[in-house]
């Protein structure tokens, strides 16, 4: 465009140089006239190229900064009716859109995240070659896993390979012992730039699990309940006649042993009937009646219970939580009774000097209330909340269930472990949550 309009003056100055030449005119001037409409055609040529071009550097550079992902360039001075303006407004205006939809794309991409970072359910995404791309906090806790460190890297790096192999609708359990979580498996897929990918999210069931677990015990135990309760009245009924008919109709040595037979006989009749009561209890516990308490107090009153051994209360700092004071209070007195039984047990084989420590501590959103004791520890955790099952010789096993469905009526646990110090024993933790959300239950 500058040289074409650079050659429309040609002919301009051409023209002047020839009126020039006819008039006789001297040839200084003649050559200054010239070089003056040639400087001056040149200048109008660039003022011309000015107003042409600048806008169109304009609105190159406005475009170039939206193909960087730079939404804040505008072209200026756009006027409509105008074709260089038109095109700078319709630029403008591209611009905003793209600047809002990426500002709505980063409000959400902030909101998925932290979504994904609140929900209690882990959640992961494989490529198809197997290589992490996305993993929550809830994901890192359960699998033990560093993101920062594991993003990009092949799953088998981590042995998360059974979570790509895995089915949908799989049930698995990556932990041991008594209260290992339950988790399944929801797969599905989707695609990123193009390619993809496989999401993996887990489920905890452990809750419901256990929830079905309870109910069915509470169903069976209802239905023995009953079957027995209707034999053993009668049972106890006849064997205290029987006894009393004995004593006055058969003489001698052979009276007394029909006597003790009997006795025996609705001694375990009335053995069996309380057995059955505690357990018709405990499938019955009410929900919890939540108020603050101190926890200390608590703690002491529990420990004064217990006068069979040494019970010390390490000294902690004040926690008040929302709990049934009663109920708590029961489940403490469990694990107590629990551990100095322990500790007393035939199998135990520390010096002679049985004790029992408390101590509880805070961490995050729970109380955590740890019982120690030095007895022999644990052989097999894995009956522990198993209702009907004791290692006692007089136990009813249900001690630690009934301590169990009170902290899962807080919405809390039951832990029981060996001593990891080097010494022989046992630790039961009982964990409460300090959150006002367990307020719920009863709200």
């Not at 490529?127 to 906090?137: Q, S, T, Y």
């Not at 256990?210 to 169903?219: G, H, I, M, P, Q």
């Not at 006597?259 to 009749?269: H, K, P, Y």
């Not at 933790?429 to 959300?437: A, G, K, N, Y």
Request: charged share 20%.
């Amino acid at each position: 465009m500058r040289l074409w309009l650079l050659l429309m003056g040609v002919p301009v100055v051409v023209f002047t140089w020839l009126a020039l030449h006819r008039a006789m005119a001297d040839m200084t001037v003649q050559w200054i006239v010239v070089l003056i409409t040639t400087g001056g055609w040149a200048f109008c040529v660039s003022l011309v190229m000015e107003q042409v071009t600048r806008p169109l550097q304009t609105l190159a550079n406005v475009v170039a900064a939206l193909r960087e992902d730079d939404y804040s360039f505008r072209a200026r001075g756009a006027l409509r009716n105008d074709a260089m303006g038109d095109l700078a407004l319709e630029i403008n205006a591209l611009a905003s859109m793209l600047q809002a939809q990426r500002a709505g794309a980063l409000e959400a991409m902030a909101l998925v995240e932290r979504v994904l970072n609140s929900m209690q359910s882990p959640v992961l995404a494989f490529d198809p070659e197997g290589r992490l791309k996305l993993m929550n906090a809830a994901a890192e806790q359960m699998l033990g896993v560093d993101a920062k460190r594991a993003l990009g890297h092949p799953a088998e790096d981590f042995e998360l390979a059974y979570l790509i192999d895995a089915s949908d609708d799989d049930l698995f359990s990556p932990g041991n012992g008594q209260q290992a979580a339950r988790w399944i498996v929801k797969r599905t897929s989707f695609r990123l730039s193009g390619i993809p990918h496989t999401l993996v999210v887990l489920s905890d069931v452990s809750a419901a699990l256990r929830e079905e677990e309870r109910l069915a015990w509470a169903r069976l135990i209802r239905v023995l309940g009953h079957e027995i309760n209707n034999s053993l009245a009668p049972i106890k009924s006849i064997a205290e006649s029987l006894r009393g008919r004995v004593a006055s109709s058969i003489p001698g040595s052979q009276g007394g042993d029909f006597e003790r037979g009997l006795e025996v006989i609705e001694n375990r009749a009335e053995s069996l009937n309380r057995f059955l009561q505690a357990y018709r209890q405990l499938m019955g516990l009410p929900a919890p009646r939540l108020e603050l308490i101190p926890l200390c107090p608590l703690v002491g009153r529990v420990a004064q219970l217990e006068t069979r051994v040494k019970v010390s209360v390490a000294s902690g700092r004040e926690i008040t939580l929302p709990a049934d004071p009663d109920q708590i209070q029961q489940a403490l007195i469990n694990l107590v009774r629990n551990a100095a039984e322990a500790a007393l047990g035939p199998d135990t084989t520390h010096d002679g000097t049985a004790c029992v420590e408390i101590e509880w501590k805070s961490t995050g959103n729970e109380v955590v209330i740890g019982i120690t004791d030095n007895g022999p520890g644990l052989t097999n955790a894995n009956n522990l909340f198993v209702p009907f099952y004791t290692t006692k010789p007089n136990g009813t096993g249900i001690g630690l269930v009934l301590a169990q469905q009170i902290a899962q009526a807080h919405r809390g646990s039951v832990e029981l472990r060996n001593r990891s110090d080097g010494t022989s024993g046992c630790r039961a933790e009982l964990r409460l949550p300090l959150t006002s959300s367990v307020r719920e239950l009863v709200s």
